[in-house]
């Protein structure tokens, strides 16, 4: 049974869901493999416009799967995994490449989400959590670090202080309590969780440019280290490729026509 499944629902959305629900969704090697390797299925596929990421089950990802993290103390392992070379948390790929690819990816928190869960769900560019929903940095409790780049992202969504002290606690934080933070986006009644979502991702798919999605994912996320007059000066430049491309005399056509756009798909490769 495959630990990372892939389905892809119109208008254009690649649903990846993490399925193993008895052991609320801990990563493996096998489920990292299998979860990337969708990614960029999805990357390459024209007709996915938006991706959205949740978990089987009562759980989104507990984090790494105790099992492999056992065998490091007991002398099973000679070495502790490492995050980058396939031993057995993420198998050669990191979790910030999300940041990095063209489309936008929303994860779909449906229960907890821990450690390296945690880390994948901020990595997404969007999160809509379930009211029954929990994250906990977890780190701190197994004296281990802030890993995977959890200290990069979890301040920019928070701020320094609260992210210090959920990365020093590893204390349990509920649905509310995130969104109050900025660590999601919204929260959903449970029942309702991937309604809304996919509602949501539908809207993207087929209302808004892919182009215009992709450029604005690569300004805020490459715009983080610059001053406010550089970023200035690279979204003019941007602005006035923009209106060089098919997309914006689609965008003016189907608002004067009140018809809805067709735009096409971006190229993965830009």
Known sequence: MSECLYEFREPGVAVITFNRPERLNAWTG????????????????????????????????????????????????????RADSGGGIVEGRMQDEITRIPKPVISAVNGAAAGLGMVQALMCDMRFAADTAKFTVAFSKRGLIGEYGISWVLPRLVGQANALDLMMSSRVVLADEALAMGMVNRVVPAALL????????????????????????????????????????????????????????????????????EFPPVDPRA
Do not use: W
């Open 30 to 81: 096998r489920m990292g493999n299998e979860y990337f390797s969708h990614i960029d299925t999805a990357v390459a596929d024209p007709m996915v416009r938006v991706i959205v990421v949740t978990g089987a089950g009562k759980g989104y990802c507990a984090g790494a799967d105790m099992g492999t993290l056992q065998a490091i103390p007991s002398g099973e392992r000679t070495q502790a995994p």
């Open 194 to 261: 991937m309604d809304e979502v996919m509602a949501y991702a539908a809207d993207l798919a087929m209302n808004v440019s892919p182009s215009s999605m992709s450029v604005m994912k690569r300004q805020v996320y490459g715009d983080y280290g610059k001053d406010v007059s550089s970023a200035s000066r690279d979204a003019l430049r941007l602005m006035q490729e923009s209106f060089t491309r098919s997309d914006f005399k689609e965008g003016v056509q189907s608002f004067l026509q009140k018809r809805q756009a």
